[in-house]
């Protein structure tokens, strides 16, 4: 590993472009038509498609359209891929996506980043499921495929920021009998099983059940990190009617980590030199720890009307807990005895409450000699947040710093975490925060012409939100944070113009809105940011759909973002509280293009490369490195002749130089650092040992890089990590 730090005045260098990979990706299915054409009839890997086609309603507009109509940026990871791969969490997949990075505040607490902005729109069956405590960690058992739209998503999110949609779609039962079993193991300690069982309840199918179960037992590559994770889901779905579909599930996620870490591993030493700490770093003891759980119950009602329309119900209740006692480090160590690190401890111990309805009509109506689709909805979110008031009880091994307590770690270097725990009690008091959004919408696709379709939409939000106090007797006490947006409207209009059959040009304008809750110098509140994404480009796609090739320029942008007002001192308001402004012009402009799917019979290619320029308000502090150029590979090949029972595959992805501002220097004023630019290798491989049994071995970062995940709050990234598995199927 490389990185430098240099003074905030320096000058920054010019991003590395790489898009030579990605250009000849998008050239290779020409290249390669006649000869798939002439093995039509060879034999193929099963559901090797990564990219569906079919017309069931979008995640974007709801309307009967494929990705290949749909005129914006989109990814999709099918189960295959899932399993194939080794893409057990969430985390897993969003590095497999072009331009998505991924990052981390620490064990916990992923970023995600598209488009220079923050992704914090998570969906499971076209429902949001954003919360503070039940958003993190999701397991990719529960679900069939994993779709990512990237820019604006405001028409069905509502509230949000233009970065991209994470839409988890659930496993749903099927007619016949199906069951999977899996095992693995790997790196630290690494152990995984996973169920998958599908039974129909009744001879003919009409009634059915499938039941996922996944456990996972793990330590890392930190010291002291532990970790064990519960995943169980069970759906009942049944036809009412020939026309009338309902399901009834439960889904419950139990995370339980111990010596997880909180903050960040020191860059400098005492004397102003790279700390060069080991990556196994923990400034947690093997006492702290993190537990997130979370459990939902959902519906879904379907009615079909003829052959053309669609009336669908979605409906959930979500309740998760969040316990923490974590400990965050401060200093710099002394590169000869170790010493001149302490830690201070924090805790939290809150609930969440999340219900959500989302009801809409689809289907196809006919006008002026064409067929053209329509889409009327609305959604109901409520969000009720418990936060409860602690008090921590330290041991006495802790010192005082000024008003608060410290433990002086003596030397870093061999600190093993075995210190006296903190613990925590309930006072009583808690706060109660309760945020409401609904909202209508509407989008139509107008075939204007044989070639030429028009998509509109628009939808009408309301959003409102605030907080109640009450003391240790649990009286109320004081509302604070009352905030209200009303008839917020957000549109949504793109063209889409088939060249050929296979290939089609889009342009597209969405905007979305964020509420936020910031006065200016004269106590007014500020009004919502306004994301928009303006975006153009082509899709391709070949041999059936099974191969798509895109290319995409793009601008994101958020107006009236709240920065701190400088000109008035801090805590000038009547409240307590400090002054903002909203800024225009915090954007991202770039471009990306992708291929994924089968280009031969056996041969898959997943490729990406996005470049992306970010400007951004000076205070506007991101606390993630997102790079500005992007570049994603993953490749598979089933082998011809006696070897056709195996598929190799591998891939890598490389970032550009990324730079984190403003970091403290033990010598005196801050530093910027530069990591330089950096690839991860992964490999894997699958033998099918018969028509049941399946094995399987991934490497990512093959190479071992060391490399930070993130700068401005600075961790490692995971080393060497090797997994194989064992599959049974029915």
Not at 102 to 112: A, E, G, I, N, W
Not at 454 to 470: D, F, H, K, N, P
């Amino acid at each position: 590993m490389s990185f430098r730090s240099v003074p905030p005045a320096s000058v920054r260098r010019a991003p590395l472009g790489v898009a030579l990979l990605a250009a000849l990706s998008l050239a290779s299915p020409l290249a390669l038509a006649d000869s798939l054409d002439a093995a039509n009839d060879a034999k193929t890997l099963d559901k090797v498609n990564v990219v569906s086609t079919q017309r069931a309603p979008s995640s974007t507009t709801r309307l009967p359209i494929s990705l290949q109509e749909t005129p914006q940026s989109s990814t999709v990871l099918g189960l295959d891929r899932l399993q194939d791969e080794a893409l057990f969490s969430i985390n897993d997949v969003l590095r497999n996506v072009t331009g998505v990075s991924v990052s981390f505040y620490d064990t916990q607490r992923p970023l995600y980043y598209a488009r220079g902005f923050a992704i914090t729109d998570f969906q499971v069956d076209g429902i949001p499921t954003y919360s503070g405590s039940t958003n993190q960690e999701y397991d990719t058992a529960f679900y069939d495929r994993i779709e990512v739209i990237r820019g604006a998503n405001g028409l069905l999110s509502g509230a949000g920021i233009p970065s991209a949609t994470v839409n988890l779609l659930r496993k749903r039962p099927g007619k016949d009998f199906d069951a999977s079993f899996a095992v693995s193991a790997g790196s630290w300690d690494f152990r995984r099983m996973e169920a998958d069982v599908n039974a129909p309840l009744t001879a003919d199918g009409r009634f059915r059940s499938r039941v996922v179960a996944a456990y996972t037992d793990r330590e890392l590559y930190y010291d002291r990190y532990k970790e064990d994770k519960m995943a169980g889901m069970a759906v009942l779905e049944g036809d009412l009617t020939d026309s009338t579909t309902l399901s009834v599930g439960y889904q419950t996620q139990d995370n339980n980590p111990v010596g997880s870490t909180w903050g960040t591993v020191p860059f400098f030493d005492s004397q102003g030199n790279f700390a060069h700490l080991p990556r196994e770093t923990n400034l947690s003891p093997k006492w702290s720890y993190w537990q997130r759980e979370t459990s939902t119950a959902f519906a879904n009602l379907e009615q079909r009307f003829g052959e053309n329309w669609l009336l669908k119900i979605n409906t959930a209740y979500t309740r998760g807990n969040v316990q923490n006692v974590r400990l965050y480090g401060t200093g710099n160590p002394d590169p000869v005895t170790g010493a001149g690190i302490f830690l201070r401890a924090a805790a939290g111990d809150s609930e969440d409450t999340r219900r959500n309805v989302d009801a809409y009509l689809s289907g196809t109506f006919p006008l002026f000699g064409r067929d053209h689709d329509l889409t009327v909805g609305a959604q109901w979110a409520d969000l009720e947040s418990t936060t409860n008031t602690i008090a921590l009880s330290y041991p006495t091994d802790w010192a005082r710093c000024g008003t608060e307590r410290c433990y002086y770690i003596p030397n870093v270097y061999g600190w093993n975490g075995d210190i006296s725990e903190v613990t925590y009690t309930r006072t009583g008091a808690r706060r109660v925060a309760h945020t409401t959004q609904s909202g209508f919408y509407l989008a139509t696709r107008l075939r204007l012409a044989d070639p030429l379709s028009l998509i509109a939409g628009a939808r009408l939000s309301r959003w409102e939100t605030l907080t109640r106090a009450y003391n240790a007797a649990g009286a109320y006490t004081a509302t604070s944070g009352a905030y209200k947006v009303s008839d917020e409207v957000t549109p949504y209009v793109g063209l889409v113009y088939d060249i050929t059959p296979n290939v089609s040009a889009y342009a597209s304008y969405t905007e979305i809105f964020n509420p936020q809750n910031f006065k200016d110098r004269n106590e007014n509140l500020l009004a919502p940011v306004q994301g928009s994404n303006l975006e153009a480009g082509v899709k391709t796609q070949w041999f059936d759909g099974r191969l798509t090739a895109n290319a995409a320029l793009f601008e994101a942008k958020q107006d009236n973002y709240a920065v701190r007002d400088m000109s008035v001192p801090d805590n000038s308001l009547s409240d307590g509280s400090s002054a903002y402004i909203g800024v225009n012009g915090t954007k991202a402009r770039g471009w990306e293009m992708d291929i994924n799917g089968e280009v031969m019979p056996g041969w898959t290619v997943n490729a990406g490369f996005t470049h992306v320029k970010v400007t951004r308000a000076p205070t506007d502090m991101l606390y993630a490195n997102p790079p500005e150029d992007l570049l994603q590979l993953n490749t598979s090949v089933r082998l011809p002749g006696v070897l056709d029972r195996l598929t190799v595959g591998g891939g890598f992805s490389w970032q550009s130089e990324v730079e984190g501002y403003n970091i403290p220097y033990p010598l005196g004023g801050t530093r910027t650092v530069k990591q330089p630019a950096y690839m991860l290798v992964n490999l894997h491989a699958n033998y099918a040992i018969n028509d049941s049994w399946t094995a399987s071995l991934n490497v990512r970062n093959a190479l071992d890089k060391t490399y930070w995940a993130n700068l401005d709050y600075n961790n490692y990234g995971e080393p060497r990590f090797v997994s194989a598995s064992l599959r049974w199927k029915f």
